[in-house]
């Protein structure tokens, strides 16, 4: 009987430690892994790539624009848009402004509009840096990051700058978490042409 | 609200009262020691009946804890027929003459212990009312439970070792103990009103929550109770050292004082019973603890050095209970790990909150 | 002599020596109290093979006496913990002291000693504790089931040789006797054990207190479970910091949040997305007697919704009353003031305008100290900020907390400020180096007052005062099952101490004088934990005894029929006469 009792006591304990071991090894792959359909540019995983059929859904948005303006992303349905989130008091957001002022002159005759989300900022500084790096787009006022919060349901966003590419049936192509290149930029766009 | 004034002079006023009476209840029991009834009735019996005393005192009347006295396996401690005493055959009863009997009162039994004991614990019980009256009028001097600094805390604490030691006194006839446990609450609530006596005030807002009146009265509650086993502790070893002494021969078994307390192995028990009492208090204080740290500080554990300490303190007593059951551990090993227990408490109390900043440190003193 | 333990399967032994306790005693008293530890133990025979080896670590593992040095290794690795300053808790206090103790300190950090809880040895010590209980408590756990479902042993012959036994006659034959007994202890909720058809004797096996055990494995039990929730926190949950302005509003999402720390499993998606506006906050100050300038109370109003389309609700987050929004908590940890400044460059055009967080730099009276950066004007300010100010022969003094009298008093810096180049500044400092120092000493400013720059560089106006509140959003999904854990490790220690494991025997033999029996009742306990059996022994005796003579009463018993307590005194005294020191009640005292 006690070898009895021995044996059901090994038995408990390796199932335990393979439900244990299962139960593990599940929560580590699922969650923080690397989603399907996303490819990273060069290897970058800063820099994302939403093939054509696994783009998430990009989330609606209604706003004010820094001048007083509404800004709705729904309104420009048919149009790629490159979102991007910045603040007037972030380094980084101020170094690639010159570059997204580029491109947004580039690409506005091939119907890519540029929209900025302003975060954790006010209407008086943030003008006075758009009109001294001359970004003529329009940035809704976000000081709370409530339209940050949407986006990073479906898409890691965890800091600014961060910069989202919206293809014509609204649907997030790519993206780069950090500071954009231009040679990035031109790739997520070409990408992003590409319909279902 | 301010702080009444006229109250908190009046608990000051029963508290110097509460000294005085307690310094008097530790005179009537040393006067029990030199004066009162004898107590050893069988020396010779005993000290040769010594290897079945373990039998006799693990449980051979049916009155106390604390009763027989060691080898009195002859003398019926109650006289009402107790259930016979195990094995050595000169228990009452043994052959069955009627019916066997419901144990005597307590109180019956303190009062038939002779004037000096009664006296000594009616002072005691006297005392330990002035006491609590002390502790009352301060908790409504200041609107709050009277436990909110230093001085507080030792003045509460030592109300309910008194209290405790008041019931184990009557319930387990631990008269002998008085002595030892009186007077060591009278040199700590005399320390406590000379050395870290705070007036009455209000509180830290951070300190104003219902938790405080958990989390803190348990943590009182069991300190004094782990103050009464640190003294019954030393009482053990000093007994101890005194049986050694005996049976090595090289003590007289008449020695007046150390006949006069209860045996090692009573004093084991006791102690033993008293830990437990207070080990779910202590233990239910630190989870009070953890509740309140959660809604004021955002996590129920953080390693604080108040907290550290208390589970210090816990580990310590855990390992208590523990080398009770342990082979080699029993004995005087246990009762130096029981007050190591008690020195880690003392540390947590009077060090650890008063010197090493963390978020515990509202003492109040300085 | 050993019918009671014949009786049982090789398993006995080991139910009755190996309690957990140690001192097991057997039905016959002190004779067994054998010491063997639970888990074995025995270390006497050193083993030969790998497999034998293997036993022999487990069975030290899960011995007493490793789990007792387990126990102070416990305690003792968790005093440096609380001596030294800890990197977890206090990193500023863990600077200085590499400061003060330049020599010792690389030392104390090798081995760990600045995040004692963290370091594996530490770890180490209470993993082992807990594997030495886990395989202490499950084998337990199957005796107990084991036990549980055999009854109690035979009566033993000679009921006087256990450590409570009692004789009474009785009128009844010993059959009827032991009945009566029987159902007297059936109804006290004892488990009965009673001879077979075939034994010759007249007795009852009573055993009562499992429970006991039962309290014991869970407390054990519970301990694992606190380990595990804690566990859970670790991995899943996180802490987060928030500063808010009055008026102002966020998400929950990390890039809203001044820090964030997620367990080690938890990421920046398992955030609660919740919205939160701070639409007012209120600090009260004592504003007399002894304690004024003490903070009386901290209240914060909130809005939150705890989804993004949800609706919303009015919340309040006080000192000891955090908010739970969704499953998470929101507390308020501190506070402090955000003037508000308005900045114009060199053309008279707005370059800045908000409150900014100015950071308490003193606690009693939140002096606080920041910088207003307008990089779009080429211009940084650097300064204080004072609630109520008062001049102290030259110096700004703040002597109350509340804003009554707020001033400002800043120096300005004109020139880059180095948030082009891409590299990330904190918002609280200024880097002056790069920047000319202008308009000399600094500036004091009350509310509404502007400050026009020398040189033509633009100017600055104080405009008003707002207040912010910092908010600690945590989520800890083992907390409410390290509580649900620990309240049972309460119920299991107070079962395990208050309820004794007990077994009272009962035997009649039929009486020399032909009529009637003499009862004989034995009682014991397996430990001497809590006090009381000896009353309880005394009790049951009485009953038994009482119900066993109501019946008749014969004579030469000394106590009749109703046995009241009446009877049982004088059959006492008559007992009594006897004793040497009849009134000695001081033997019950010594």
New interface residues.
């Given amino acids: 009987?006690?070898k009895a009792?021995r044996r059901?006591?090994a038995v408990?304990?390796a199932v335990a430690v393979v439900l244990l071991a299962g139960a593990l090894a599940v929560?580590?792959t699922t969650?923080?892994g690397a989603q399907a359909g996303v490819s990273y540019l060069n290897g970058n995983p800063a820099q994302r790539v939403y093939a054509a059929g696994d783009r998430p859904v990009a989330p609606d948005f209604t706003g004010t624009s820094l001048t007083g303006a509404p800004i709705k992303l729904a309104s420009y349905q048919g149009k790629i848009v490159v979102l991007n989130?910045w603040g007037?008091?972030?380094?980084?957001c101020?170094?690639?402004a010159p570059t997204l002022a580029v491109l947004s002159e580039q690409y506005a005759a091939k119907g890519v509009d540029f929209i900025g989300d302003d975060?954790?900022?006010?209407s008086?500084?943030a003008l006075?840096?758009t009109r001294?790096v001359g970004i003529s787009y329009p940035s809704v006022n976000d000081?709370?990051?409530?339209i940050?919060?949407?986006f990073?349901?479906v898409v890691?966003?965890?800091?600014?700058p961060?910069t989202i590419v919206i293809d014509r049936t609204g649907h997030i192509a790519g993206m780069v978490l950090g500071?954009v290149s231009y040679a990035t930029m031109v790739t997520l766009l070409k990408d992003a042409a590409v319909t279902q | 609200m301010p702080v009444n004034l006229g109250l908190a002079q009046a608990s000051s006023d029963f508290l110097i009262a509460a000294l005085l009476i307690y310094s008097l209840a530790v005179l009537a029991f040393a006067g029990d020691y030199a004066f009162g009834r004898p107590r050893r009735a069988v020396k010779a019996v005993a000290h040769a009946a010594e290897p079945a005393a373990a039998l006799a005192t693990v449980g051979a009347n049916t009155a106390a804890v604390a009763g027989a006295a060691p080898g009195t396996v002859a003398g019926g401690p109650v006289p009402p027929a107790a259930p016979a005493a195990p094995g050595t055959g000169t228990g009452p009863g043994a052959g069955g003459t009627g019916l066997p009997a419901r144990p005597t009162g307590a109180l019956r039994a303190t009062w038939e212990a002779g004037p000096w004991v009664r006296a000594a614990v009616a002072l005691s019980v006297i005392g330990m009312l002035a006491h609590v009256a002390a502790v009352t009028t301060r908790g409504f001097a200041v609107h709050r439970a009277p436990w909110g600094n230093m001085y507080e805390f030792v003045t509460a604490l030592t109300c309910v070792a008194a209290i405790f030691f008041c019931y184990i006194v009557v319930r387990y006839r631990a008269w002998a103990l008085g002595v030892f446990v009186m007077g060591a609450v009278v040199i700590a609530l005399g320390l406590a009103e000379t050395v870290i006596y705070t007036p009455a005030g209000p509180l830290v807002p951070a300190l104003q929550s219902y938790w405080l009146s958990i989390h803190v009265t348990a943590m009182t509650l069991s300190t004094g109770i782990f103050f009464v086993a640190a003294v019954l502790g030393i009482m053990y070893l000093v007994a101890e050292w005194y049986r050694k002494r005996v049976a090595a021969g090289k003590a007289e078994p008449g020695n007046g004082l150390l006949e006069r307390i209860p045996s090692a192995a009573q004093l084991d028990k006791l102690t033993y019973r008293t830990v437990i009492f207070g080990f779910p208090i202590w233990t239910f204080g630190v989870i009070a603890g953890a509740i309140w740290a959660d809604q004021a500080w955002g996590r129920y554990w953080g390693w604080d050095p108040v907290e550290t300490w208390a589970f210090i303190t816990w580990v310590i007593y855990a390992a208590y209970l523990h080398a009770r059951a342990t082979a080699g551990w029993r004995g005087a090993r246990a009762h130096y790990i029981q007050l190591l227990g008690f020195a880690s408490l003392a540390f947590n109390i009077l060090v650890v909150q008063v010197f090493i900043t963390g978020m515990h440190s509202y003492a109040g003193v300085g | 002599m050993t019918d009671v333990r014949s009786s049982r399967s090789t398993s006995a032994p080991q139910q009755e020596t190996a309690d957990g306790t140690g001192e097991a005693t057997g039905p016959f008293g002190p004779n067994e109290m054998d010491v063997t530890e639970s888990g074995g133990g025995g270390t006497s025979v050193p083993p030969d093979t790998s497999a034998g080896w293997l036993r022999w670590g487990w069975r030290q593992l899960t011995s007493m006496r490793t789990a007792l040095i387990l126990l102070f290794l416990l305690a003792l690795g968790a005093i440096p913990g609380s001596i030294l300053p800890q990197q977890g808790t206090d990193p500023a206090s863990v600077q200085q002291y590499y400061a003060s103790h330049p020599s010792l300190a690389p030392w104390l950090n090798r081995l760990g000693l600045f995040n004692v809880f963290a370091t594996p040895w530490f770890a180490a010590i209470y993993l082992l504790l807990f594997a030495s209980l886990i395989g202490c408590v499950v084998p337990r756990t199957f005796r107990l089931v084991g036990a549980a479902r055999t009854p109690p042993p035979r009566a033993p012959r000679n009921l006087k040789r256990l450590p409570h036994s009692t004789t009474y006659d009785s009128a009844l034959p010993p059959a009827a006797a032991a009945e009566s007994a029987a159902a007297l202890l059936g109804a006290h909720r004892f488990r009965l054990r009673r001879p077979a058809a075939d034994d010759s004797g007249h007795w009852v096996s009573a055993e009562k207190g499992y429970v006991r055990e039962v309290g014991n494995l869970l407390f054990h039990l519970s301990l694992v479970g606190i380990l595990i929730s804690i566990a859970l926190g670790g991995l899943f949950g996180y802490k987060a910091d928030k500063l808010l302005v009055q008026g102002t509003s966020f998400g929950d999402t990390v890039s809203a949040l001044d820090e964030f720390h997620p367990g080690r499993l938890a990421t920046a998606s398992d955030l609660a997305p919740f919205r939160m506006t701070l639409d007012n906050f209120s600090a009260s100050y004592v504003t007399s007697g002894q304690n004024e300038g003490e903070p009386s109370s901290f209240k914060a109003s909130v809005t939150y919704s705890d989804t993004p389309g949800g609706p919303a609700r009015q919340g309040v987050i006080e000192v000891n009353h955090p908010l739970s929004v969704d499953s998470v908590k929101v507390y308020l940890i501190g506070h402090g003031y955000a003037p508000v400044f308005k900045v114009t460059g060199p053309g008279g055009k707005v370059a800045y305008e908000q409150a900014t967080p100015f950071i308490p730099a003193s606690t009693g009276t939140l002096l606080s100290d920041g910088v207003v950066k307008a990089p779009n004007a080429n211009l940084g300010f650097m300064g204080v900020f004072v609630p109520t100010a008062i001049d102290n022969g030259g110096t700004l003094e703040s002597i109350f907390p509340a804003a009554d009298n707020p001033v400002v008093s800043l120096d300005a810096y004109s020139g880059n400020l180095g948030m082009n180049s891409g590299v990330s500044q904190s918002v609280y400092q200024l880097d002056s180096t790069g920047m000319t120092k202008i308009g000399g000493s600094p500036h004091v400013m009350l509310p509404g007052q502007t400050w026009t720059l020398p040189g033509g560089k633009g100017s600055i106006t104080f405009v008003g005062v707002q207040q912010w509140v910092s908010l600690a959003i945590t989520y800890d999904p083992g907390q409410v099952p390290a509580l649900v854990c620990g309240i049972l490790a309460l119920c299991g220690l107070l079962l395990s101490f208050f309820v004794r494991r007990r077994r009272v025997f009962v035997r009649a033999v039929p009486a020399a004088s032909g009529a009637g029996s003499v009862v004989t009742i034995g009682g014991l306990t397996r430990t001497d934990a809590s006090g009381g059996f000896e009353e309880e022994f005394a009790e049951l005796a009485f009953e038994i005894a009482s119900a066993g003579t109501s019946v008749t009463a014969s004579p030469g018993d000394a106590a009749p029929g109703a046995a009241s307590p009446g009877a049982a005194e004088t059959a006492a005294v008559a007992a009594g006469d006897d004793k040497p020191e009849p009134n000695n009640q001081s033997e019950t005292g010594a």
């Avoid at chain 1, 007037?88 to 980084?92: D, G, K, M």
């Avoid at chain 1, 000081?143 to 409530?146: A, E, N, S, V």
Wanted: net charge negative.
């Fill in positions: 009987m006690f009792k059901t006591v408990v304990a929560t580590l969650g923080s989130f007037s008091w972030c380094p980084p101020r170094a690639e975060v954790a900022d006010t008086a500084s006075a840096f001294s000081p709370g990051y409530l940050v919060q949407d990073s349901q890691p966003v965890n800091d600014t961060t500071t």
